[in-house]
C-alpha cells in the first residue's frame, strides 16, 4: 500500500467581496477631501482616451464615454493609502464589469455586450483604508489539477503531462486579472455540452468558470473570487518530496515552459527520474513559491473510492506500450449515468464531470450524485484479445486517446452511492483462459457501504455487499453467482452486446428504474405453465398465470416477463421425507414445468408505456410424493 500525499494550501490575502455597480448617472455626496489625486493608465493596451474620473472622497466616480466589446481597461493609482473596498462586480444587460485591487491601487475593465455598446457608463466605487492585495497561486477544489497522466518514458523515466487550471484565466496568460473580462463578452451566449468528450478542447469549457454549461455574465464572478492568483509554475513532487533542480522556491516547471494553445490552456510536460507506480503530484506555485492547489490535493467530500486490481494477463499502458502486470499507469475509470444504447458506440457515452485523483491503485470521485444509479466505468488494455486469445502487437503511437481506441477492454459496475459518506470498492479483476475459446474475465466486487442496510432490520453505521460475475468474450454472454458459492453451472448466461461485465436486459432495465418513467408497483409472486424460456435474453413466457394469494388479478395470458443475471433459479421438491431446495441449472427448464416467480413490478404512472415484469427469483416447482 502506497503513502497518498495532500498539499497543503493558503489562504486569499484579500477580501473578496461582490456589489452591483450601479450604471448611467450614480453619484454620492460631494464631500472633497484635501488628498493628492488619483490618476490613470491604460492597461492591456487598451485606448483611455474617453475615461475621466471624480474623486468623491469615500468614492470614486468613472465616466467611460464609449464602451465596445473589445473592453476599456485601467489602472487607477490611489497615491493617499485609499484602497478600493474589496472586489466589485458589474452586471448588467448592456455591460459587464469588475474593479479590483492592484499595487497601490485597483484596476477596472468595462466591456460592452449589446448593440448598445459604445454608449457612455458611469460608475462608483467605493474606497477606504484597507490593506494591500498580494498576489497568490490558484486554490480551492476548482483549481486542482484532475488529469495529471504519468506514463512510462523508458531507461527508468516517466512523462508527467497536464493542463493548466486557473480558475478566471479565460485569456490564459497565467493571471485572473482585468483581461479576462473580453473573453467572456466574446463568447456570452454561448452553450456546450461540459459532459461531451471532447469538452475541454472546447475555448467556452474554461471561460465557462461556474462550470454550468453557458457564458453568461455570472462567469464574471470566478474572476473576483480569484483576482490576482497567478501561476509562476509548478513543483512537481515524487513520493511526497519536491524535486528541486532551481533555487529554493521556484518552480520545477516554469511557466514559460508551458505549450500555448489558441483558445485553450496551455499543457505542460516533463520527463523525470522515476517508475509510474510511485506517487507523482504537480502542485501550482506563485512568483513566491507559495504553493495553491495541485494534483493531489483531497478536497471537498469523496463520494466514491475504488482500488483496482488486474491479474492474470499482462496488460500495456492506456498508450500502447510497455507491457506488464498491472500498474496504476495500465487501467482508468469513470463514471457514467444508465446508458440504453449499448454496443459498439459505448466509448460515446459521457462521463460525468467530476473532480477525481488517482492515487496509487485507488481513484477517488468527488460530488458524485447519490442515490441514483451511476456506473462506474474500468478501462484497460490487455496484450492479448480476449475474444480470440491472439496477442496484440505494442503500439507504435504514443498517447491513444482513450475517448475512442476501439481495442479497450471496458469492465463496469453498477453503483447508487448513499445520501452521505464515501463508499469503498474493492475491484479485483481476474482473467483465466476460456476452454471453448479466448478468455474468461471474472469480476469481483467488495462494496463497504457508509450508513444503514436497508435490507436488514437492524440500525447500522455500514454494512458489506459482494458480487461475483463472469464474462465469456468469445460469446459475449455474462452471468452473475447470485449466491455468491463459485458455481456458475446453476446461473443463467445472458447477452452481453459491448461485454462490459452487464447484461442488455439488466442495463435495459436499470435505465428503466432510473428515467423516472417507470416505478416499482411492490414485489409480487405469480405461478404458471412455463411455455418457453429464451435463456440467453432472459425472457420468460407462462401460460395460466396466477397472481399468489389473489384470486381476483387477471393476467396477461401468455404472461411475459423478463429475467436479468441477478435472477436466482431454485427447485423445490415436495418428497415423502419433506422439502428439498436447491439450485438448478437454468438451461434444464422445459415446457410443461410448474414454476414460480418472485419479481417486482414497474409500471407507467401515466399508462403510456406497458407494465413490465423484473424477476428476482425463478423456482420450478415438484412434487415426488409416493404416500
Known sequence: MRTCFKMSTYGRAILLGAALLVIAGCSGPNRELPMRSP??????????????????????????????ADGVFAHVDLPDGRRLDGVQLLSSPEHIGLAAPAGGGFDVGVVGLSELAGQPVTIELPVSAVGRLVS??????????????????GDGLVELSWTQTNTGDYDFDGLVGISDLTPIGQLLGLEYDRAAPDAAAQRTYWVDGNADGEITV????????????????????????????????EPTVPRSAGQPREGLPPLYSAVLPGSPADDWAVVAVDKDGVEGSGSGDIIGDISLRANLDLSGLDLFDLNGTNPGPYAPSKGGSRLIEPVEIIGSERWEVP????????????????????????????????????????????SSTRAVSTASAEHYTISSVPVRLPAFGTTDLDIAIEFSPNPDGGYFTMLTVDSLMPGDNPATPEIEDGYALKTRNRLAHATGLVSTDTDLDGDFGDEAELLDSDRDGISDVRLEHDAALSSGDLVSCGELEIEGELLAFAEH?????????????????????????????????????????????????????????????TMICLEDPDELLPDKYWVEKLMRKLDERTK
Request: one cysteine or more; charged letters at 20%.
Open 218 to 249: 455570472s462567469d464574471i464572478t470566478p474572476i473576483g473570487q480569484n483576482y490576482g492568483s497567478y501561476i509562476a509554475g509548478y513543483m512537481v513532487k515524487h513520493n511526497g518530496v519536491p524535486l528541486q533542480d532551481t533555487a529554493p522556491g
Open 351 to 394: 462521463h460525468l464531470p467530476l473532480a477525481t485523483r488517482t492515487m496509487g491503485c485507488a481513484t477517488v470521485f468527488l460530488g458524485a450524485p447519490r442515490e441514483q444509479l451511476l456506473y462506474l466505468d474500468i478501462f484497460y488494455l490487455p496484450t492479448v484479445d480476449l475474444i480470440t486469445g491472439d496477442s496484440r502487437p505494442v
Open 537 to 597: 435474453t432472459g425472457v420468460v413466457t407462462l401460460g395460466g398465470a396466477v397472481l399468489i394469494e389473489d384470486g381476483e388479478t387477471e393476467l396477461p395470458d401468455p404472461l411475459v416477463i423478463v429475467t436479468s443475471e441477478l435472477t436466482r433459479y431454485e427447485e423445490h421438491v415436495k418428497t415423502d421425507e419433506g422439502l428439498i431446495r436447491r439450485d438448478i441449472d437454468p438451461s434444464s427448464l422445459a415446457p410443461g414445468d410448474t414454476i414460480e416467480v
Open 136 to 153: 497568490v497561486p490558484p486554490v480551492g477544489a476548482y483549481n486542482v489539477i484532475s488529469d495529471l497522466a504519468v506514463t512510462s518514458a
Open 39 to 68: 490618476s490613470l493608465s491604460p492597461l492591456a493596451g487598451s485606448d483611455i482616451a474617453g475615461l475621466s474620473l471624480v474623486d468623491r472622497g469615500s468614492a470614486l466616480e468613472l465616466t467611460f464615454a464609449t464602451v465596445t
